[in-house]
């Protein structure tokens, strides 16, 4: 049984940070790119990041240079480092398996909320 479980969100200032944490189970994480999205209220679901290896990662233009995605395969687990955090980084985020191997089902995600 797949579980996608995000933690780590919270009530921010502008300009603070956050790390999320999100631990896979179910699957070979080892084998699959991970990547992070989020939605904010009224809008569609986006990417944030992915990461295949340690060395090959992308992010959105939105976050580039401000967040960072990370992996640990030992432990199943996936993590976004959130510096210099702006307003418009609100939203819930969560975890799931890059495209085109993204699970239909999604997790409880964690909620991020970087008040002005």
């Known amino acids: 049984q797949v579980q996608l479980v995000e933690s780590g969100g919270g009530l921010v200032q502008a300009g603070g940070s956050l790390r999320l944490s999100c631990v896979a189970s179910?699957?070979?994480?080892?084998?699959?790119?991970m990547s992070w999205y989020r939605q904010a209220p009224g809008k569609e679901r986006e990417l944030v990041a992915s990461?295949?290896?340690?060395?090959?990662?992308n992010y959105a233009d939105s976050v580039k240079g401000r967040f960072t995605i990370s992996r640990d395969n030992a432990k199943n687990m996936v993590y976004l480092q959130m510096d210099s955090l702006k307003p418009e980084d609100t939203a819930v985020y969560y975890c799931?398996?890059?495209?085109?191997?993204?699970?239909?089902?999604w997790g409880q995600g964690t909620q991020v909320t970087v008040s002005s």
């Open positions: 799931n398996r890059k495209f085109p191997f993204t699970f239909t089902s």
């Open positions: 179910g699957f070979t994480f080892s084998r699959y790119g």
């Open positions: 990461i295949i290896s340690d060395v090959i990662t």
